[in-house]
């Protein structure tokens, strides 16, 4: 008999992620793979229903947690979806055991065995694994775009010796302004370079 992965709407307020991925479902049903998920699961993450080719999108949570052999999650399991869960079943995701003593109480209650992807050992043969390093990279990203949106205007210091003509060119573009902080002696013929690349205007505000 196959094996079924549910996937079921995150409920956590502020929680936009779904648990898979549109490519991981085309992966797994190579592997004579079955996968259910909730309706609107991946809606948050801006990726509608019509994204997840080869999975069985269901009404609800209970439908998932009824079809699921193997349970993925975000966040952990609240106390509804643990309710749903059969005996033998698995869970799969961020179950932050150290902080949820009533929740792997409950699992262990129902016979479920849960799986913590940020306990997974943090070495190179757990590299396609590790969860905590793949999450952090995408929120340091997000964290650059969000403060160059929220920012009117972005100040960079630059040694003047580090600048080349493309750079130049492309600080031209960019609109840039230029500002002295202080000259080494070595830096004077390429500041001068630069001022006369800048128009009247830009090397007035110098």
């Known amino acids: 008999m196959a094996l079924t992965i549910g996937v079921a709407k995150e409920t956590m307020p502020g929680e936009t ?31 509608p229903d019509s994204d997840f080719v080869g999975a069985e999108i269901v009404a609800d949570a209970a439908a998932v947690l009824q079809a699921a052999d193997l349970l993925l999650t975000v966040q952990p399991p609240a106390p509804e979806i643990i309710a749903g869960l059969g005996a033998g079943k698995v869970v799969i995701g961020f179950m932050q055991p150290h902080r949820q003593a009533k929740m792997i109480r409950a699992l262990c209650d129902k016979q479920v065995t849960s799986l913590a992807m940020e306990l997974v050992p943090r070495i190179s043969r757990a590299q396609s694994m590790d969860a905590l390093s ?12 969000v403060g160059a949106a929220a920012l009117a205007a972005v100040n960079a210091r630059v040694r003047v010796d580090n600048i080349d003509d493309e750079m130049l060119a492309e600080m031209r573009r960019a609109g840039c302004k230029l500002i002295r902080l202080g000259v080494e002696s070595g830096s004077q013929e390429v500041l001068n370079r630069i001022q006369k690349g800048l128009t009247l205007k830009q090397r007035k505000a110098l």
Do not use: F
Request: glycine content about 10%; overall charge positive.
């Open 134 to 145: 793949s999450q952090a990279a995408v929120a340091g990203y997000k964290a650059v775009i």
């Open 17 to 47: 992620r779904v648990a898979i991925a549109p490519e991981v479902i085309r992966k797994l049903s190579k592997d004579g793979v079955r996968v259910v998920i909730e309706t609107g699961a991946g809606a948050a993450a801006q990726m």
